[in-house]
C-alpha cells in the first residue's frame, strides 16, 4: 500500500483557499515493519524509528538517482545505507561518535571507490548540526529529520538569534521541488498526550515549504491478511516498569507519523504566520 505524495501546488486562487486543501489532505498507510531489529529514535526508547522498508519508500517517492539525501541524527544506517544502495549520494550528522562509527562501517562495507566518494557522515554537537550542513544548502533531494517525544525544536539561528520556525535550517537545504520528511508521533508531556503535527505543518508553511502528506508508518506485517503489530520491545518495558494508575490504559505505540514537504520550484503564494482559522485545525 504505497501511494505517492499528493501536492497542493496545483490549487490556485487566494491563500486561504490553499490552507483549507491543506486541512483535508488524504492519509495514506505504508506498512513499514522492520526487517531486524531497530533502534528507537528516542532516549525513552518509544518513538519508532525510520526502518529500511520506511527509508526505501521515501527514496524512491521523493528523490531521483544520483540526488542528495540528507538525514539528520539518524539512530543507525537504515536511511543512509539504502539511499547508497539506490544510486543516491548522502550526507548526514550524527551527535554520536559511536552512532558514527557504526554507519560508516555498515554502509561502507564491500563498497567500491566510487560508492565511498557518495558518503559523508560528519559528527557535530546539535547546536552545531546545520552549520556542519552549510556547505549543503539548496542542493537535497530529500532531508529527513525526527522530531521525537525527548527532542525539543530548536528555535535558534546559526548566528544566535531567535527565528520563527525550526524547519527554516532543514528548508533551507533543498533543492528547488525538493521534499522535507518529518517523522514524529504522538507526544506525552507532563501526563498528557500531545500531537505535534499541526504545529509542525505551521512550522513548515512558515518556513516556505508546501503541505503534501501525511502518512501512517504502521510497523507491522501483514500476515493472513491482518497487519500484526510489531512493537518496540523498549517500549513495552518501560510500560511494564511504569505505576500507571487503573482508570489509565496502558498505549504502545505501533506507527510513526511522516510528513511530507515540499520547496516550491517558485516563491509560495503566501509565506507567514497562518491566516485566522488554521490554529483550529
Known amino acids: 500500500m504505497t501511494t505517492a505524495p499528493h501536492s497542493s501546488t496545483k490549487s490556485s486562487g487566494s491563500s486561504s483557499e490553499h490552507f483549507s486543501l491543506v486541512r ?31 527509508a526505501r519508500q521515501l527514496i524512491t517517492t521523493c528523490s531521483r538517482a544520483d540526488g542528495l539525501v540528507v538525514d539528520v541524527h539518524p539512530a543507525d544506517h537504515a536511511l543512509v545505507a539504502n539511499a547508497v544502495a539506490l544510486g543516491r549520494r548522502v550526507s548526514t550528522v550524527v551527535i554520536d561518535p559511536a552512532v ?24 557535530a554537537r546539535a547546536e552545531a548540526t546545520y552549520l556542519a550542513l552549510a556547505h549543503r544548502r539548496g ?21 544566535g538569534s531567535p527565528r520563527e520556525s525550526s524547519l527554516g535550517e532543514p528548508a533551507a537545504l533543498l533543492a528547488p521541488g525538493g521534499h522535507l520528511v518529518v517523522v514524529t508521533g504522538l507526544h506525552l ?9 499541526p504545529g509542525l505543518i505551521r512550522e513548515a ?28 520491545p523498549a517500549n513495552i518495558a518501560a510500560r511494564k516498569a511504569q505505576a500507571v494508575s487503573p482508570h489509565v490504559p496502558t498505549a504502545l505505540r505501533a506507527h510513526a507519523d511522516v510528513l511530507i514537504f515540499s520547496k ?18
Open 139 to 159: 542542493e537535497a533531494s530529500l532531508v529527513v529529520i525526527r522530531r521525537t517525544c525527548d527532542a525539543e525544536p530548536d528555535m535558534t539561528s546559526i548566528d
Open 189 to 197: 508531556i507532563e501526563g498528557r498526550p500531545y500531537d505535534p503535527v
Open 205 to 232: 508553511q512558515r518556513a516556505g515549504l508546501v503541505y503534501l502528506q501525511h502518512i501512517v508508518a504502521v510497523h507491522g506485517p501483514v500476515r493472513r491478511r491482518q497487519i500484526v503489530l510489531s512493537l518496540l
Open 264 to 281: 516550491p520550484l517558485t516563491s509560495p503564494v503566501f509565506v507567514g504566520a497562518c491566516p485566522r482559522g488554521e490554529e483550529e485545525a
Open 24 to 54: 483535508h489532505l488524504p492519509l495514506s498507510v505504508w506498512l513499514t515493519a522492520s526487517e531486524g531489529q531497530s533502534p528507537a529514535a528516542c532516549a525513552s526508547g518509544c518513538c519508532m524509528p525510520v526502518t529500511g522498508r520506511l
Open 100 to 123: 558514527a562509527g557504526v554507519i560508516w562501517t555498515r554502509v561502507t562495507s564491500g563498497r567500491d571507490e566510487a560508492d565511498l566518494r557518495r558518503v559523508e557522515v560528519r559528527v
